[in-house]
């Protein structure tokens, strides 16, 4: 069974940053590409950023948090992260990360919750 649990969110000033962080379970979590995506309040489900698989991946960012996120995984502990800098108001979210491909209907965790407030 695919078990993903994301962790790290909270509470965070305009401008400040947040590492994001998912362990992975039940699949080879090194052979598939993962992606993080994120709802606001009132919207749907947004892609945020993708990561291939292996040992030198890459990563692809939707534009508005291109330069301010970095995503990366560390396949030895199936964990997957998202480091948040410059943080805006707009990135207020739950944050989830997801197996695969983003397509809208990815297994993905429970969330986690990034709210951007001064």
């Known amino acids: 069974e695919v078990q993903l649990v994301e962790s790290g969110g909270g509470l965070v000033q305009p401008g400040g940053s947040l590492t994001l962080s998912c362990a992975a379970s039940?699949?080879?979590?090194?052979?598939?590409?993962m992606s993080w995506a994120r709802q606001a309040p009132g919207s749907g489900l947004e892609w945020v950023s993708g990561?291939?698989?292996?040992?030198?991946?890459?990563?692809a960012y939707a534009d508005s948090v291109k330069g301010r996120f970095t995503v990366s995984r560390d396949n030895a502990k199936n964990t997957l992260f998202l480091q948040m800098n410059n943080l805006k108001t707009e990135d207020t979210a739950v944050y989830y990360c997801?197996?695969?491909?983003?397509?809208?209907?990815?297994?993905r965790g429970q969330g986690t919750q990034v709210t951007v407030s001064s």
């Open positions: 997801a197996k695969g491909t983003w397509n809208g209907v990815n297994d």
């Open positions: 039940g699949f080879t979590f090194a052979n598939y590409a």
């Open positions: 990561i291939s698989p292996g040992g030198s991946p890459y990563t």
